[in-house]
T-cell receptor, first 112, second 109 residues
Framework: DTEVTQTPKHLVMGMTNKKSLKCEQH?????MYWYKQKAKKPPELMFV???????INESVPSRFSPECPNSSLLNLHLHALQPEDSALYLC???????????FGPGTRLLVL | AQRVTQPEKLLSVFKGAPVELKCNYS??????LFWYVQYSRQRLQLLLR??SRESIKGFTADLNKGETSFHLKKPFAQEEDSAMYYC???????????FGAGTRLAVHP
């Protein structure tokens, strides 16, 4: 398996909902990433996990909570989001930090 | 400051014309540079990495340390090359990829 998978593909949630995004890879990669991408903009890094430990948090609001249960899985828990959080959320993985990052297809999130 | 600059938001060419997408970087160390491409409704994917020196889909990119550039070139554009192209720099100090703003390439028949 040489792909990063993400579920769900689309998500619509209200500002009081709690939801989670899921990312999975079976390439043995030890670095995993969450990015946020707005339309026609480059991806913005949110979080980096290295060997299942959070190594970078780019000052992301606490309504986004990442979790890395094991080396293949990465979750992003969402709570009390705002409409401006609507975006494409991308997961990526890499063998290690400086290696090529492989991106998932993303979850398109709409917050109403 | 570590930065990647892609000066063109949109590059519009006709099929068969040469293409050059510009990328300049600012980095104090030895740069690790990438070109990623995002076709419509597809995932962001690696096109080129400078250390691999490969030619993918006819595209090449040469690192010019003197001009701090990593321009992407293709001698004859195809309609299927139409996509968003991002130049990215790996920052060892910050342990993350720094993306340029991206250039949309539109290849017309």
């Amino acid at each position: 398996d040489t792909e990063v998978t993400q579920t769900p593909k689309h998500l619509v949630m209200g500002m009081t909902n709690k939801k989670s995004l899921k990312c999975e890879q079976h390439m043995g990669h030890r670095a995993m990433y969450w990015y946020k991408q707005k339309a026609k903009k480059p991806p913005e890094l949110m979080f980096v996990y290295s060997y299942e430990k959070l190594s970078i948090n780019e000052s992301v609001p606490s309504r986004f909570s990442p979790e890395c249960p094991n080396s293949s899985l990465l979750n992003l828990h969402l709570h009390a989001l705002q409409p401006e959080d609507s975006a494409l959320y991308l997961c990526a993985s890499a063998k290690s930090g400086e290696e090529t990052q492989y991106f998932g297809p993303g979850t398109r999130l709409l917050v109403l | 400051a570590q930065r990647v600059t892609q000066p063109e938001k949109l590059l519009s060419v006709f099929k068969g014309a040469p293409v050059e997408l510009k990328c300049n970087y600012s980095y104090s160390g030895s740069p690790e540079l990438f070109w990623y491409v995002q076709y419509s409704r597809q995932r962001l994917q690696l096109l080129l990495r400078h250390i691999s020196r490969e030619s993918i889909k006819g595209f090449t990119a040469d690192l010019n340390k003197g001009e701090t550039s990593f321009h992407l070139k293709k001698p004859f554009a195809q309609e299927e090359d139409s996509a968003m192209y991002y130049c990215a720099l790996f920052s060892g100090g910050y342990n993350k990829l720094i993306f340029g703003a991206g250039t949309r390439l539109a290849v017309h028949p």
